[in-house]
Structures are given as structure tokens and as C-alpha cells.
């Protein structure tokens, strides 16, 4: 019975290291910025981060703090391989307890006989398994664009305009194709980035998406399946040893009863506590790794990334800011690199969407929401109707009072200037706006490639949108 302590502080701290890993992965994505998981990653990683800085501030001091601050930066913020390290030695760990307590049961000579053979055999290849795609992913170029490639790239994917305008890679120094993004991380651009993964120490893109999905699959279903084996072995074992025929004597009357479970449960764990803490360790990272690759997978549904998500996301946010949204891009490729002047713009960029001279309504897909955006075009309605009238003045500031005392709030009241910054009163609007309520989008003309918060690089089949995404058209 001693073993229930330290079996309760085990589970325990399973449980909340559980939870703090899915905080970390779903707490800033869009789908949970503002659920009870966006809450508790903003207190983590903002209020709590800051409360334990001034605190260390204060007992160690600016030259201690300094040392760790730079130790933080480099484990955080730098391509360095500590999960990398950390998961092959847990994995490894888990391997040799499995080996040295489970894997027993499955011999064909033991005896009695718990489980089919057939998972002697099965057992090693599912680790090696776990182990190659492990290091495929680590190894495998996600497609990095340098200056000798990046015109292949440039024909991979066409701009659309709002994500993806034409723009320069201030660090690479070249154009950006479409649908990438430059790793701070890696010190490189890479083509269909989805994010950085500090568990392979490399980044999952278009070239490797395909791998990293597999290796999620292979370590998941290997933990599942040890957990599964575990728990069979378990049921199997107490079977065998005939632990519910067992009796002891009662501490009260001094009669003979059954075993109870919480007495069955310290046999087997003072027998078997190895296995059995490993199978709940492996249930737990199991179910959490499949839902995180169930998570990455639905974006390939849409043929879309994590990295295009956030981005959108950032769209959304800045539109409900400001009111408004323009959007220019260079008239010639040469406009961002000389040398790449050649380069037909046109050729590389999706249709522009056309604004009448008129205003227009265009209901866009945004997310799982369908909101009305309201499209306006002011230069070609200022060609339509002739210039456009001049904005109304400003109103003036009410007077303010002279019998009343200074400070007062009424004097503050009579002299408060209306609010008429674009966007205001939008920053805690949560769901779309309603149909008669709509935010105009100002079109700039010149150059606008796009109008609207549409993924368009969705081909519309979810096949074809998996099919692009595991095997994009790379060069």
C-alpha cells in the first residue's frame, strides 16, 4: 500500500506535464487564442514569465539573470538539438524498460501463454520503425531556397496577392516565392513552410511534410500500442495468478476475505511497476501525439499550413483594427531584385479579383465562418462619379467651462474629443459582423493583386488538397 503515494505523484505529474505540452501547441493557434487554452498560455508565457523575471531580478541579479536570459535564448530561440537529444534519450529509456519488463510476457516460451506470438516479432519492427522516420524527418530537406534554386521555386506556387504578395527576403536578399517563409531559426526561406519543430531540429515544409506526418504517426501508434499491450498483460497476469481467489485476514474481525482491487493493484505494482507506470506514460504521449497530428493534418484538408493560417489570422485582426485593408505589390519583379527582372510577374501571380466601379458585397469563406465583407474601389468610383467629395471636418471640442474647478470631471467630459480612429470600438468584437453592419476594405488599385480573406490556393477536393500537400509540385 506504501506504493499508492508515489503512483498518485507519478500520475499526477504525467497528467499536468499532459496538459502543459497541449497548452504550449493549441494555446496560440487561432482555433484557441480566446478559449480557456489561450488564457492559460497568455499567463504562462506573458503575466507568470514576467512576475518570475522581476523576482529573479530582484534575488539574483542583473549579471546572474544576464546568464540565463542568453542560456534561455539559445534553448529557445536558437537551432540547437536539446529536444532533439531529449526525446531519443526518453524513447530510449522507454525502450529498455519495455524490453526488460513487457517484452518478456510475449516470449513464445513463456508460459502460461499471455499474447499471440505474432507481437514478439511485431514489437521490434515498430520500434525500428519509430526510430527511421524519426531520423528521416531530421534529415530531410523541408526546401530550403537559396540563390541557385529560387527561380524553380518562384513556378512552384503563384501569388495571391494578400498573404503572399510579391515582396523581397530582407535577410536571403532574393524574392520570396509564394507560400513561403524565412526560419529565423534555420537562417534560410523555405518553400510551403508550416512551422519549425525543435523535437527534429528542423523545419517542416513542402519537402518534408510527408515525413514529419509519418514520424508523428509511427512514435503515436508505437505508444498506443505499447500502452495497448500493457494493459492486456495486465488483465491477463492478474488472471493468472489468481489474484481474486486470494484471501487475508480481515484487520477488524480477523476473517478471511477476497483481496480487494486496491489490494490487487499494490501486488501488481510491487511485481510489475515498471511496465505498468510505462503503459499509462505511453497511453498518455500517444493520445496526445495523434491529436496533435490529427490537429497538422486538418490543414491539409484545405491545402493549407500552419504558417498561412496564422497569417490570415493576422489579416483578420488588422482589418477589425483598422477598418481597413490595403494591399500594394511592385509593378515588375525587377522593382524587388534587378537581376530578376526577366521574371514576368504576371506569370507567377494569381488573377487580380476586379472591383466594379460600383460598390460591391463579396461573401468570403473565413475560417468556419462566412461573414460579408464589403468591397469598395475608390479610385474607380472616383472615375465613375468624378472626385471624390472632401472628408467632413472634424467636429469641434465642446467649449470647456470656466466656473468650473480644474480636474473636474465634468470639465474632462466637456472637453473629451470623440474617438474617430478607424477601427475603434472593434478590439473586443469576437464573431463576424452581422450583414448590416460591414467593414469596408479599401481597394488600393494600383498593383492590388487580391481583395479577399479566401484560401485560394484550396483546390476544392480534399483529395487533391492532401495529394498537394504530402506531394507538392516542387522543382
Known amino acids: 500500500m506504501a506504493l499508492f503515494p508515489a503512483l498518485l505523484l507519478f500520475v499526477t505529474v504525467l497528467t499536468l506535464a499532459g496538459a502543459l505540452i497541449a497548452v504550449l501547441l493549441f494555446g496560440p493557434t487561432p482555433q484557441h487564442r480566446d478559449s480557456a487554452l489561450g488564457w492559460v498560455y497568455r499567463f504562462l508565457t506573458g503575466t507568470l514569465v514576467n512576475a518570475l523575471h522581476a523576482v529573479a531580478l530582484r534575488v539574483l541579479g542583473q549579471r546572474v539573470l544576464g546568464a540565463l536570459a542568453a542560456a534561455g535564448r539559445y534553448f529557445f530561440y536558437e537551432r540547437n538539438p536539446f529536444l532533439m537529444a531529449f526525446y531519443l534519450s526518453l524513447i530510449t529509456a522507454g525502450v529498455v524498460i519495455y524490453l526488460g519488463w513487457t517484452h518478456p510476457y510475449l516470449s513464445p516460451a513463456h508460459q502460461p501463454r499471455l499474447m499471440s506470438p505474432v507481437h514478439w516479432y511485431l514489437s521490434p519492427v515498430a520500434i525500428l520503425a519509430t526510430f527511421a522516420s524519426f531520423f528521416t524527418a531530421c534529415l530531410s530537406n523541408p526546401g530550403y531556397i537559396n540563390q541557385r534554386n529560387v527561380r524553380r521555386y518562384l513556378q512552384a506556387y503563384k501569388y495571391d496577392g494578400l498573404i ?170 525587377g522593382d524587388l531584385a534587378p537581376e530578376f527582372a526577366d521574371i514576368d510577374l504576371a506569370a507567377v501571380s494569381m488573377p487580380p479579383i476586379e472591383a466594379g466601379p460600383e460598390d460591391i458585397t463579396t461573401q468570403v469563406k473565413l475560417y468556419d465562418s462566412v461573414v460579408a465583407l464589403h468591397v469598395q474601389a475608390p479610385d474607380a468610383a472616383e472615375d465613375a462619379e468624378g472626385p471624390a467629395p472632401a472628408p467632413a471636418p472634424a467636429p469641434a471640442p465642446a467649449p470647456v467651462r470656466e466656473d468650473l474647478p480644474k480636474g473636474s470631471p465634468h470639465t474632462k467630459a466637456a472637453s473629451a474629443r470623440p474617438n474617430t480612429k478607424p477601427g475603434a470600438g472593434l478590439r473586443h468584437r469576437k464573431n463576424p459582423p452581422p450583414q448590416e453592419d460591414l467593414y469596408p476594405i479599401h481597394i488600393t488599385r494600383y498593383n492590388t493583386l487580391e481583395v479577399a480573406l479566401v484560401n485560394r490556393y484550396d483546390l476544392g477536393s480534399w483529395w487533391a488538397n492532401i495529394k498537394s500537400s504530402l506531394f507538392p509540385p516542387l522543382p
Not at 510579391?166 to 513561403?180: E, G, H, V, Y
Open 164 to 333: 503572399f504578395p510579391p515582396r523581397l527576403c530582407d535577410t536571403c536578399k532574393i524574392p520570396k516565392p509564394a507560400r513561403s517563409k524565412h526560419c529565423n531559426l534555420c537562417g534560410v526561406c523555405v518553400s510551403r513552410h508550416d512551422h519549425h519543430c525543435p523535437w527534429i531540429n528542423n523545419c517542416v515544409g513542402g519537402g518534408n511534410l510527408r515525413w514529419f506526418y509519418l514520424f508523428i504517426l509511427c512514435s503515436g501508434a508505437l505508444c498506443l500500442y505499447g500502452a495497448w499491450q500493457t494493459s492486456v498483460l495486465a488483465v491477463r497476469l492478474v488472471s493468472a495468478r489468481r489474484l481474486f481467489t486470494l484471501t487475508r485476514p480481515h484487520p477488524l474481525t480477523g476473517r478471511m476475505t477476497p483481496l480487494g482491487l486496491g489490494d490487487v493493484a499494490a501486488i501488481m505494482l510491487y511485481h510489475d511497476a515498471p511496465m505498468l507506470l510505462l503503459g499509462f506514460f505511453l497511453l498518455l504521449v500517444g493520445l496526445l501525439q495523434m491529436a496533435f497530428l490529427l490537429y497538422s493534418f486538418s490543414y491539409s484538408l484545405s491545402n493549407s499550413t500552419t504558417n498561412e493560417s496564422i497569417k490570415r489570422d493576422g489579416l483578420e485582426y488588422m482589418f477589425q483594427q483598422l477598418g481597413h485593408i490595403t494591399i500594394r505589390s511592385p509593378m515588375r519583379m
